[in-house]
């Protein structure tokens, strides 16, 4: 695979520089320069396949670079757990991707992406930092995927007081090769400090002299993107009527709607994306009105997608040429309050006793907008905003026991100002 850099400015690059790198030297994201189709045989038998076999398939048509058993490996060890297809109501499904290790669908992406690291790791014998922005979920998933692995250690940079607090437990009790850093700022802070960081020429090079690299695991990594396109197949697979394959995304950084539009370019017969936006809607605007404003972040009851300028956006113009039409074709958004994003809670468990997080309700009112059938994402167990669901559906949720460990473990963070120079050399002294 050979990869180019959405800004244009960089060289390409194969499959192992741009995973281990994360981010081009020009500050753009990885894409890959053909996107091949999957053969006609694999639709006609994908309804026989399980969850793993039609991973595999999907990543030795992308991926060339690792051997095809070690590949197998790889996406048999990361894809352990099932996805699967809940009717809530007549015709529309929630894709229930929330059962993994740390309950949220980051899991998928962050455990292959883990190991794809480690076998280039102990092909080189190098060392890797990995530092990641989250606003909830992507931390606590890459957290879990590289626990204790040898020759990588993990910085997870979050925003202070605007993460769940269960979330906040997962994120800083690991302890290990894992260190949490508590930003004073918002997600959108958190990741300006990531981009900078990577294009920070005399902080590369500090890490460079301890045979150690800087690389990135959030979504703007294409080994988190890839595993992401997984489940849509397994999704369709799973469809019994095959023209309900509409699928709507709890969007913020476009990370979920990115991989769906690659597995489009794959050949899956989508008949339409919709973005669901909450009140943190440049995505939405921009389809609306064909301007792109990044705005700073406003925290909502659905924190995951608390997200001002999503990165993935450059993605996506680069999968349709800046065409604003022809994506338009293929994806339509629409936002929603925190109001009716609760009263989606409450409705959809009185009526059909099923429990929705923030965002797969905001992801189901989307879907409801626009079409009577398909799919919605439920992207975090609703175990993960007890503080915001319970008092909703005035009923106790159970907590899974994975979850229950870490609100009994000591937090353990360390606080930085969303000042670069302050992160900057917060990390040139861990490199020494």
Do not use: W
Request: hydrophobic share 40%; aromatic share 10%.
């Amino acid at each position: 695979m050979q990869l180019f850099s959405t800004n244009k400015k960089s060289p390409l690059v194969g499959f192992e520089k741009a995973v281990m790198q994360g981010l081009a030297e020009d500050g753009g994201l990885f894409m890959p320069t053909n996107i091949p189709s999957l053969p006609k045989e694999f639709f006609t038998k994908i309804n026989s396949l399980n969850f793993q076999e039609i991973a595999f398939e999907i990543a030795k048509t992308l991926i060339q670079e690792i051997p095809e058993k070690e590949l197998e490996k790889i996406v048999y060890e990361s894809i352990n757990f099932d996805a699967p297809l809940k009717e809530v109501e007549k015709n529309i499904y929630a894709l229930e991707l929330f059962h993994g290790p740390t309950l949220a669908f980051k899991d998928f992406g962050a455990r292959f992406m883990a190991r794809i690291m480690s076998h280039f790791i102990n092909k080189s014998n190098r060392k890797i930092t990995i530092i990641v922005a989250t606003s909830g979920d992507t931390g606590s998933a890459v957290a879990s995927g590289v626990y204790k692995v040898p020759g990588i250690r993990v910085f997870l940079l979050y925003p202070s007081n605007k993460v769940s607090k269960i979330q906040e437990q997962q994120l800083t009790t690991m302890g290990k090769n894992i260190q949490a850093l508590e930003i004073d700022g918002t997600f959108d802070d958190c990741q300006r400090l990531v981009k900078s960081a990577f294009i920070d020429e005399e902080l590369k090079n500090i890490f460079a002299t301890n045979n150690d690299s800087l690389g990135s695991a959030n979504s703007i990594n294409i080994a988190r993107l890839i595993p992401q396109s997984f489940y849509y197949f397994y999704a369709y697979s799973q469809l019994k009527n095959k023209d309900h394959s509409i699928f709507s995304i709890p969007s913020g950084n476009l990370g979920n709607l990115t991989a769906g539009l690659i597995a489009k370019k794959m050949g899956l017969p989508i008949r339409k994306f919709i973005a669901a936006n909450n009140a943190n809607n440049s995505f939405t605007e921009y389809l609306k009105t064909g301007n792109f404003t990044a705005k700073p972040s406003v925290k909502t009851i659905s924190n995951a997608m608390d997200v001002g300028n999503p990165s993935n956006f450059a993605r996506i113009l680069e999968l349709y040429q800046d065409n604003l039409e022809n994506i338009r074709q293929d994806v339509i958004s629409q936002s929603f309050s925190d109001a009716e994003t609760a009263n989606a809670i409450k409705e959809v468990y009185q009526k059909n006793h099923y429990i929705m997080d923030p965002h797969g309700a905001v992801a189901y009112l989307g879907l409801k907008a626009f079409s009577p059938t398909g799919i919605f994402f439920e992207t975090a167990h609703p175990a993960k905003f007890l503080d915001i669901v319970e008092p909703i559906i005035n009923q106790k949720i159970e907590i899974p026991e994975r979850l229950k460990s870490c609100l009994e473990k000591e937090k353990k963070s360390i606080k930085l100002s969303k000042d670069f120079l302050d992160f900057k050399n917060f990390l040139a002294k861990t490199a020494k």
